[in-house]
């Protein structure tokens, strides 16, 4: 069919902060069993060494000077070969792949990411001993930008796919860093990677890349006009012919709510009834009150202001006394903790929090909870939302990017038509996220109305095969597929 080197900073089960994992941990594997040639291209982190057994050294590269060697494995449980770019700045150092202790990013994590992009782009332009060489090389988010860059000269080059996850982060460092990357000194210009005086790792990838995507049609369309742009609405609507949207899938063996391990209960649509146990056994272990009589709203993801931890915070106070209960799950800016703890500490038996990152508490969240909040400023896909439509757990979203294109709003006409699947809201303000939460709230209290909605929700299909099909044509490989939007 067609070799693929698919290149991201992080991949789940071996590596993860967020969504980009999940879908790096999942679309490879997909294509593979599809037929097409895979490598998984990775940083050998210290964590991920950690999970991998025995790699095999592939090869020794000398990228721009620094001496890195390749090593083999397999994603855990599938067959999908990973390489890992080892080299002591990835594999000497616990944490977090991106940030220190006290959250400061790696003062090198532009020399890091540097060193995957070159990797990259050693290998899809055949510069390597590998007797292995992509038809296509696709990269993910900043950290991956310079690969395309610096393969887009080469005779030997692949053809390239940059898939924007989050526009938020650019990969942005100022000129004395790029001086010391010894990058082409031609790429220091507006129409290259300078950006407002800085150098930005992702215009590496939006400027060269022969097909640009991004994780929903909706965010392909807000990223062309101020404010989703974030200043770079002018290049990529001049490539608007090349940019495409693809909806995320989600891994739908990892978040099946009928054989979920990590359930107290598993149960599936014939069975839902079975789902309140899951909300009795989370209330036990968070010390919240044990009680059916008022709906569990939850909450999880990284506390960053694009989250919408503005709207949701002032509103906690009238949710909970409507009445209802709420647990939270995240871990991010010191400011939104704090701030949480302090609400949580007011309201011992309504309100849990977690300040961790908790993969196994996440699912358990997601199969108690009755309602789940998302009330995001910007959201390029979203895949909380998708796991929460998935366990019936109706989502309270903004009508923004991949959250629009997922979550159909309850009203006369979608209950009439079956078709409702949540609660979407649309000014980012939180009265209106506290006026949709009371609809949901109201709408939990009849039985029967929001067992059906359950149940379109439990039915929507999110599992990758159609975009993997997507991906597929836009890679060349297939024939019966269409690669536009
Ligand atoms: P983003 O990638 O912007 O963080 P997504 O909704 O695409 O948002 O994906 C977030 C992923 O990270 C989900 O799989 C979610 O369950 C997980 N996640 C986020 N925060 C936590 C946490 N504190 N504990 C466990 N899982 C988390
Ligand atoms: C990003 C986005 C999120 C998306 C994820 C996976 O982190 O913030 O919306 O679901 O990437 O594509």
Redesign the pocket.
């Known amino acids: 069919m067609g070799s693929l080197l698919f290149v991201a900073s992080e991949a789940y089960p071996l590596i993860k902060t ?6 790096a941990g999942v679309l490879p594997e997909v294509l593979r069993r599809a037929g097409v040639d895979v490598r998984l291209l990775l940083p050998a982190y210290a964590q991920v060494l950690a999970r991998v057994k025995q790699p095999r050294v592939l090869a020794e590269l000398e990228l721009a000077g620094v001496p890195v060697r390749l090593l083999e494995t397999r994603l855990p449980q599938t067959s999908l070969v990973t390489w890992l770019v080892d080299h002591p700045s990835f594999s000497v150092r616990g944490g977090n792949p991106y940030q220190d202790p006290a959250g400061a990013p790696w003062p090198d994590n532009a020399d890091r990411f540097m060193l995957l992009s070159r990797a990259a782009a050693a290998i899809s332009t055949g510069r390597t001993t590998l007797h292995w060489q992509p038809d296509v090389l696709h990269c ?2 900043w950290h991956t930008g310079p690969a395309i860059a610096l393969t887009h000269r080469s005779a030997t080059r692949s053809r390239t796919v940059f ?1 924007i ?2 526009l ?2 650019m990969g942005l460092f100022d000129r004395a860093t790029f001086d010391r990357l010894q990058l082409p000194a031609d790429l220091w210009q507006p129409a290259a990677m300078e950006y407002y005086g800085q150098c930005s790792f992702i215009k590496a990838g939006l400027v060269y890349a022969d097909h640009i995507t ?3 049609p909706t ?1 392909a369309e807000e990223i062309c006009h101020a404010p989703g742009g974030m200043g770079l609405e002018g290049l990529l609507s001049e490539r608007r012919e090349r940019l495409v949207g693809i909806l ?1 899938g989600i891994d739908v063996d990892t978040w099946n709510p009928a054989s979920d391990p990590l359930l107290k209960q598993p149960y599936d649509a014939d069975s839902l009834q079975d789902k309140a146990l899951n909300k009795r056994a989370l209330q036990r272990e968070l010390g919240l009150r044990e009680c059916d009589d008022r709906p569990l709203l939850g909450f999880v993801g ?1 506390l960053a202001e ?1 989250k919408g931890l503005e709207l949701l915070l002032p509103v906690i106070d009238t949710l909970l006394d409507s009445p209802a209960q709420l647990v939270v799950l995240g871990t991010g800016e010191p400011g939104y903790e704090r701030r949480l703890q302090a609400l949580a500490a007011n309201r011992p038996q309504t309100m849990a929090l977690s300040l961790t990152y908790n993969e196994s508490l996440a699912h358990r969240i997601e199969a108690a909870a009755d309602l789940f909040l998302m009330p ?1 400023l ?7 939302q998708l796991y929460s439509l998935r366990y019936g757990t109706l989502p309270v979203v903004r009508r923004v ?2 959250l629009a294109d997922t979550v159909v709003d309850t009203d006369a006409d979608t209950l009439r038509t079956g078709s409702a699947t949540g609660f979407v809201f649309e000014q980012p303000t939180p009265e209106a996220l506290l006026q949709a939460a009371r609809r949901a709230i109201d709408l939990w209290h009849d039985t029967q109305l929001w067992r059906q909605v359950q149940l379109t929700a439990m039915a929507q299909d999110f599992s990758w095969q159609q975009s993997a099909a997507r991906y597929l044509a836009l890679y060349g490989f297939a024939t019966d597929a269409r690669g536009d939007n």
């Open positions: 967020g969504g980009l994992a999940d879908v993910n988010d898939t996850h989050n938020a982060h991004t994780v929903s965010y995320n990284r694009q995001s910007f959201e390029p896909c979203g895949l909380n990017g991949g």
